[in-house]
């Protein structure tokens, strides 16, 4: 082929007509060399000159672009490049017979094939997408290097979705011919990946190959597996699933340090878990449906879920207990009272209520002698008039009824102002408790997660080999 160039070259420098001529002239041996060829030839057969002889394939593999890894129907489409090279002794011919020809190119359905597929393909497609032209040599080598638009099965682990690190493989393979035929003869060990297009979603960390064998009776096939460790980029789940997930669950928080008057708290919780189910619908679409792994956002998602239906039940009994008073015959005990109006609030940094209970037990004696005094001058002024004294202790009497009245109401107010005030020190201690839970929480359910995928950013050629 090295003269073929020069010849073309010392062709175009002649005259047209003469160039003309001897451009024909070289298509005509061109077309002769392929009828002598193809004359007699026969694709369906091996070209092997002892039925004993086994055609060596060297295979390889190159990658162009990792097109998807649907985790629902767990497949990865790629689009490839095999390379395949092999010997035909019947396509062979002396360059010198044939002006200098050492390359040709045939169609590839003209000649005999290897028959190498892809096992475990998932979309029915085991052949390649498009049979291009094979390059033949002048001593019997063809090339071919055809494109293959593949979907093949792989096994998805979302345990920790959305920082996780997958295991693809692709595993090629003759399909009728054993290793006492055709043997597999892996090129390069690494997946050629100069002209790969990078994936938004996913990273190739690592694609190698590895030849095996499998054993189907009394024969043995030859197989070539190549391994793509893939790599998620999390950066589109964690703004737009965790990050709202963890804003929810700091809503869910804040329902404790609402006011229990305004009656927005069952509200605000409502809300949280109706926005809640709607993130887990979502996740349900996107992972595979599978009984084996929870996915890590599908377990905080129910961890959120489970602490704001907690929320939701505390916040009815904090309710509950805002609005008890001695009309709904819920009396106060004296440990109630020591604990939730003056032991607690003073941990928790709250502004009790013992000052109130002192000045009122303070201010009842006073009251008691002022209508004692008054009642003693009374008594007096009945010794000098006696009508006067009827009309006083009427007085006196109506005067005694709306005091006790005006206590009796004041005693009720207390009651429900104690109530109010239980129901905030509940509110408060429920606030750190869910406080401290949420952010442990997410500490605890992610850090597995985040450690192993730090470990691959940071170190990715020790987890190559995992």
Not at 176 to 182: A, E, I, P, Q
């Amino acid at each position: 082929m090295q003269l073929l160039p020069a010849l073309v070259m010392c062709v175009l420098s002649l005259p047209g007509t003469t160039a003309a001529r001897t451009i024909k002239l070289l298509a005509e041996i061109e077309d002769t060399l392929l009828k002598n060829l193809f004359r007699g030839y026969q694709k369906w057969v091996r070209p092997v000159r002892n039925i004993s002889d086994t055609i060596k394939v060297k295979f390889g593999l190159e990658i162009s672009q990792l097109v998807d890894v649907d985790e629902k129907n767990q497949l990865m489409a790629t689009n490839v490049w095999l390379k395949q090279e092999w010997n035909d002794y019947k396509l062979s011919w002396n360059p010198d017979d044939y002006g200098g020809i050492h390359t040709i190119r045939v169609p590839s359905e003209s000649i005999w094939l290897p028959d190498i597929v892809l096992y475990g393909n998932a979309d029915g497609r085991f052949e390649v997408s498009l049979m291009t032209k094979a390059v033949v040599k002048y001593n019997g080598t063809v090339r071919w290097t055809p494109p293959a638009n593949y979907k093949s099965s792989c096994t998805i682990d979302v345990t920790f979705f959305p920082f996780d690190k997958q295991n693809c493989s692709m595993k090629f393979g003759s399909w009728t011919y054993d290793g006492s035929m055709v043997d597999l003869i892996l090129v390069d060990e690494d997946v050629d990946r100069k002209d790969f297009f990078d994936n938004g979603e996913w990273e190739i960390l690592n694609a190698t190959g590895m030849k095996g064998m499998r054993r189907a009776g009394y024969h043995l096939y030859p197989f070539i597996t190549y391994s793509f460790v893939l790599r998620r980029l999390p950066l589109f789940y964690t703004l737009f699933l965790i990050i709202p997930c963890l804003g929810l669950s700091l809503l869910t928080v804040l329902v404790f340090y609402s006011p229990s008057d305004e009656g927005e708290k069952l509200s605000l919780s409502t809300s949280v878990l109706v926005s809640l189910t709607v993130f887990l619908l979502l996740i349900e679409e996107i992972i595979p449906s599978s009984s084996r792994v929870i996915p890590l956002i599908g377990e905080y998602l129910l961890f959120i879920m489970i602490f704001v239906t907690l929320s939701i039940i505390v916040t009815v009994f904090v309710i509950n207990v805002h609005h008890r008073s001695s009309k709904t015959y819920h009396p106060m005990a004296p440990w109630v009272k020591k604990l939730f109006l003056q032991t607690l609030p003073k941990l928790l940094c709250m502004r009790g209520h013992t000052d109130r209970y002192q000045c009122s037990k303070s201010e009842n004696p006073k009251v008691k002698q002022k209508t004692f005094d008054k009642h003693q001058h009374n008594t007096g002024k009945n010794d000098e008039n006696a009508a006067m004294i009827a009309i006083l202790e009427k007085a006196a009497e109506s005067v005694r009824y709306i005091s006790s009245h005006i206590k009796k109401e004041h005693s009720i107010r207390e009651v429900v102002e104690d109530w109010k005030f239980v129901a905030q020190v509940l509110d408060r201690i429920f606030l750190w408790l869910f406080l401290l839970a949420a952010i442990l929480g997410s500490v605890l359910m992610f850090a597995p997660a985040l450690q192993m995928w730090a470990s691959i950013v940071i170190m990715p050629s020790a987890n190559y080999h995992t």
